[in-house]
């Protein structure tokens, strides 16, 4: 599922390349993608309407228009939002908008767990998100505070959307092995000294992996707005390292399932609780 980092890397690029642009026409060609409206009101509000700005929250995109509403876009497993100059020969399009200019703007989606919603209030679906974890909110001294009494384990936390907005598999297991925390270990565990680590590795791996436009796994899925891959998977840590060398001691890395998730880790680096 793109993360924060892929999310955000498409987020910019349709702002530098769609915001003031009009939808001149929009295609429905699986209207299973879309939550409420219907595919017929879906084009009707869509049609003529200008983008006037793109933004990220957590892991969704908000594009609002000029009539007050929102297209918001939650990619999930296998969501893509691809511009391109002719139109897509892509057999997993789901819905595909003709931009004023000629452009076509696709939603593809090979799972077709994504969705698509036009809203009036984006609030209603995004405004139970924890915090941004490269907002000024995110403080170590928040950190701390939100994870005294909870008795999850660190990884299953991170991982939940209400309180930290953002991380997923991925930049959880890269940022727990940079911080040395298994995942195991109980979020009410962690002494300030690694809760002041996580914290520097959450927003360090992030910033990193949107410096270089994501991860694109060997499967492919995830692509940046102009359709090129991110470049971050060459810098992958543990995640999906199962065997091979931790870089940091040379110990194997190892894989569990936490919160029903693969999960990866240096048993030397990040030790098992006791």
């Known amino acids: 599922m793109p993360e924060l980092p892929e999310v955000e890397t498409v987020t910019r690029g349709l702002r530098a390349a769609l915001v003031g642009h009009v939808i001149a026409g929009v295609e429905v060609r699986r209207a299973r993608s879309l939550v409420p409206p219907d595919a017929e009101g879906f084009v009707r509000r869509l049609t003529g309407r200008r983008v006037t700005a793109a933004r990220r929250r957590g892991k969704w995109i908000l594009l609002p228009l000029d009539s007050g509403d929102t297209l918001v876009a939650h990619l999930r497993m296998t969501g893509q939002l691809v511009l391109s100059d002719s139109p897509p020969a892509d057999p997993y399009v789901q819905v595909l908008f003709t931009l004023d200019d000629g452009r076509y703007l696709r939603f593809s989606d090979q799972r ?45 936390l ?117």
Not at 199 to 210: D, F, K, Y
């Open 158 to 274: 991170l991982l939940d959307q209400h309180f930290l907005a953002g991380l997923g598999n991925i930049y959880t297991d890269e940022s727990l092995w940079r911080a040395g925390v298994h995942p195991l270990r109980r979020a009410d565990g962690l002494t300030d000294v690694e809760v002041e680590r996580l914290h520097g590795a959450i927003r360090a791996v992030l910033r990193e992996a949107i410096a270089t436009g994501g991860t694109t796994l060997s499967d492919g899925m995830y692509r940046r707005a102009d359709g090129e891959a991110g470049g971050f998977v060459v810098r992958l840590a543990v995640y999906g390292r199962k065997g091979e060398p931790c870089p940091r001691c040379g110990t194997p890395i190892e894989r569990i399932r936490v919160a029903q998730r693969g999960t990866h880790f240096c048993p030397r680096c990040q030790p098992v609780p006791e």
């Open 112 to 156: 077709k767990f994504g969705r698509l919603w036009l809203t009036a209030d984006p609030e209603a679906l995004v405004g139970d998100l924890g915090p941004e974890p490269l907002g000024e909110s995110f403080t170590v001294a928040w950190l701390g505070e939100h994870l005294r009494g909870r008795r999850r384990r660190i990884k299953s």
